[in-house]
């Protein structure tokens, strides 16, 4: 029956397939890298194996301030028998290389960091010493190698620092500044177009020109940013399809991704499939996913380039963001399509019942009592504020009960929500 | 005994107690504020409670494609005696305000989003009708208000949306655009600056300029960017007590918070200490702690402005960065002492046993089987590499042992952490 009031009814897909159906489309991009400066290097992925260039110590050092000993001197020392040296220098840290020597009977002060003297083999506290002018005493038996880390004991030159696809934290690029690097080569960050469907948002923009009437689209951006993509708002589609084809083949020519909001349902307004057929070979490879709230998800593949079609409410909007876009942006910054997303085992707050589709169930995840619990968040798909009084989600499969208690992988929307916690 | 190689023993204050003295001699501070537009908002902490200007939604709109229909007219209706309507319009969600009515036997087709039409009570989905030119029969009961969010369901005109102190997260800005604000007022980030020591760094950056040999001022730089500070690198301050009173009186001139990495142990270089106490009232408060690795950590204030005096080992520095700096700048954020960092409940996947002092015990949090698996990280605390093998820590009690298994609180380093979880 064809029906001018219902354009297609998509098929709906299993969402683990369809999922990896659109991670299977682009097995085979190559990933650009840059050279980036080090100071700007946090949050970004490494595009290479780092191999240390040095020694970490890059010599015998003291970890302690006190003196520098040979140690068999101080057999059977203690407090009633001291051993006792004759401080002949002093050492720091920039004093590496050092020419001092310490014989037999002799000690050199050395402070934290400083190079070892030679003919020395441990050094000792200044606690554990007592001074008497330019002689030292040690108050206990002192072994061989105490107060001192040897050089290359934490890291061998040639051994591999940090290896390609980790993420750069501050302590691993601090560890790179070590490495005596200045910048690092990591991937290029994807470029994420977002265009926003479409009529209504261009007359409430009309009315109001400095209000963000495509406020869905600042939170999908935000989300992709907190995954590592450069969004890029492309503004809104009027409801034409001569209109929403110009705009899909913008994005397209500007970015890695493109991704529409809205305009890909069944109503007859909805011109984003039949754009995205009409600019290039496969086309819209999937529509329609057995997946509540989400299930107008779907996707196309324009020339190598995925067109991730994301449904106008806003709860089905996340649902398909986490559902082909978070994953997309993880193989596309370098991470991988499960590390763009931190996941943490909780227990449900209160039972799910699941009907016939998955269910993309918002939840917030708080600290209980030595375990993290995800209470189910209630709240119509198309409120702004269910996404608000969440920070995760969990997907329960169809014909399902879990329990109250019951344990659950909860995967936050990013990174910022850790600190949601309460 | 006046020794000139011990300068002073520090007294070791608990730290619990030393974090309580630091935030209690900022309590009084004003924390400013600044007006930044939305699309730079996200990871900002909000100034001012939020209150809705409108309703949400705006008006009654339908959620579905369909039909709008009075649903008093659909008793009894099925698919052998199905209920007849005579089209009569179609509303998108431009449409809205709309003049259109619908009278008994009327029907208007409504897109997802559009207003209701004058006397309908409900909307039924496409896919519940059958079609007949300009005749759509609805084939079961519809009750009324289906398919339709009444204005106000989600927000009421006057409702607080968020509040004051509330971080703001891509979904909060989206709201706070519905809300039609263009902009936020959320506190000013706090400037710290960092001024590592001394001359063994001057040095290494006298033979390699492009080198950044304060690598760890790098590090703290980037866990203080991650927490919502806006870090300063102010360079090395030489083995000097004039140098040091200099860089260290430059940097409050510049910042709401400074820290130094070095220099305020007990060699005779420390010159911190003396530098801060020659600055200003009340000068050194406290140096020293039960803490470790991070025993020769401490503070001061001068002329309102805290000096956090952190260890030069990475090991101690890092401790001492989330005894005192951590806090600090969540008090500074507005976000609260406790909630700059991310907190989860964890086991341990070792036992550790303490001595007479707290230990700040460096792990690594993973995914377990249903759990968090926190596993102490070995490794020399002067060693950059543990803490690059680490993603945040626990302190465990002095005298205290504590088996494989047990609960413990992790403190990840910082949101990025989360997505190093395996």
Known sequence: MNRPDIRRLPKRANPEEAQKLLLDSVREIVLPTESVSLGECVGRVLAEDVFSVLNIPDYDKTFIDGYAINPTETKAASTSTPAAFKIVGKLFPPDYPTALRVNRGEAAYVACGAPIPQGAKATVKVEETRLHGDVVEVIREIKAGEGIIPQGDDVKEGDLLLRKGH??????????????????????????????????????????????????????????????????????????????TQKISQALDASDIVVTIGGSSVGVKDFVPDAINALGKPGVVMQGVSLRPGAISGFGIVNGKPVIMLPGHIGSCIAGFYLFLAPLIGVYTGLGADSAVPQVPAVLGKAVETGPQFRFLLVNVKRGDGKLEATPVQGGSSALTTIVKSNGYTIIPPHTRKEQGKGVTVTLFNKMEMLGFE
Chains 1, 2 share one sequence.
Do not use: C, H, W
């Open 167 to 244: 993420l750069l934290r501050p302590q691993d690029v601090g560890l790179l500044a070590s490495n005596k690097m200045t910048t690092a080569q990591v991937f290029r960050k994807p470029v994420v177009s977002i265009i926003s469907g479409g009529d209504e948002l261009l007359k409430q923009t009309q009315k109001s020109p400095s209000v963000i009437a495509n406020n869905y689209a600042l939170v999908a951006a935000g989300f992709a940013s907190q995954l590592g993509a450069e969004p890029k708002l492309m503004g809104i589609m009027p409801d034409a399809l001569d209109k929403v």
